[in-house]
């Protein structure tokens, strides 16, 4: 439960990204988000939610300026966080956010 937890904020606060191409391949491919050697993938739909952990994790997200703004099953609070600029899939990058810091890579 607590490694489900710390997945569950971690994806709150990371599942964020910051310019709109990197946003949309985001939200358009997906992710995987790698926290405590734990590789999480992060799937998300075109009406504003995402699935994460099988489905153990649920939730919705929203773009505000350069952010993906979530919400999830495991923490009702809305977390945003940036994401560099100009990022696609394939690539693989590091963002902070009040959880800490987490490794996505763009599927």
């Given at each position: 439960m607590r490694r489900?937890?710390?997945?569950?904020?971690?994806?709150?606060?990371?599942a964020t990204p910051a310019l709109a191409s990197t946003l949309t391949e985001v939200t358009t491919h997906g992710i995987i988000l790698t926290v405590a050697d734990?590789?999480?993938?992060?799937?998300?739909?075109?009406d504003g939610k995402f699935t994460a952990m099988d489905g153990a994790v649920t939730g919705t997200w929203k773009i505000d300026g350069d952010k993906l703004c979530t919400t999830s099953s495991v923490d009702p609070n809305e977390t945003c966080v940036a994401y560099p600029k100009d990022k696609k899939s394939g690539d693989t990058f590091t963002v902070e956010s009040p959880a800490g810091s987490a490794q996505i890579k763009i599927r």
């Open positions: 489900l937890m710390i997945a569950a904020a971690a994806l709150a606060a990371m734990m590789d999480i993938p992060v799937t998300y739909t075109p």
